[in-house]
């Protein structure tokens, strides 16, 4: 996959003159490769615990709002009656 990514990048490059980056050979190498994570040595030699993903998420946004200037929630003004 790898091998035919690279000649059809030099394809679209060269008699193209464009750049594809569905056929982009990094992508490609990158895609046969098997990438995963494993909290499982953490646990066992840190105590690591996993928090709730979602619980996590509500943290972060709830950060940024109070913390980053360009988030901080404004007041809505009321509308007049």
Request: charged share 25%.
């Amino acid at each position: 996959m790898v091998a035919v990514a690279r000649v059809l990048d030099v394809y679209h490059r060269r008699v193209k003159g464009e750049w594809d980056s569905a056929v982009d050979p990094v992508r490609a190498e990158m895609g046969a490769c098997f990438w995963s994570a494993d909290a499982t040595k953490a646990k066992k030699q840190l105590g690591f615990a996993p928090r709730n993903p979602e619980q996590t998420l509500r943290d972060t946004i709830t950060y940024a709002r109070q913390n980053h200037p360009m988030l901080k929630l404004q007041p809505v003004p009321r509308a007049k009656l």
